[in-house]
């Protein structure tokens, strides 16, 4: 989605114009959350917990949004929080409703199929 090389050149940018050591500090937890939630080998509460952030955060946008919650979905069935998964899997589905797979996952959690 974006290349290691182009967040920082836009978190140099952002430290540039906002010298505020707060918004520079704000930017770099929204750099590391993204890394987090979208890589795939932290711990899944860990994984989760970043995702979280991402879901929550006002300038997130409605795509990087859906996609932290099928990553935090994925998350909280490896942490066998499996109830917080199928109701990330219906947050997805509300907003992408001809998602096959999101259906098909959200079904193998309903039924209990592993």
Request: charged share 20%; proline share 2%.
């Amino acid at each position: 989605m974006y290349s290691d090389g182009l967040i920082r050149r836009w978190f140099a940018l952002a430290c540039l114009v906002y010298p505020n050591s707060g918004m520079a500090f704000g930017l770099h937890a929204a750099e590391e959350d993204r890394s987090i939630c979208f890589g795939s080998n932290s711990n899944s509460l860990i994984r989760a917990a970043a995702c979280t952030q991402i879901i929550n955060a006002s300038e997130t946008s409605d795509q990087v949004r859906l996609t932290a919650y099928l990553n935090r979905a994925a998350a909280n069935y490896l942490a066998d929080k499996l109830d917080d998964a199928i109701r990330d899997y219906s947050k997805f589905i509300s907003a992408q409703p001809a998602n096959a797979t999101a259906f098909h996952e959200r079904a193998r959690l309903f039924s209990g199929i592993e």
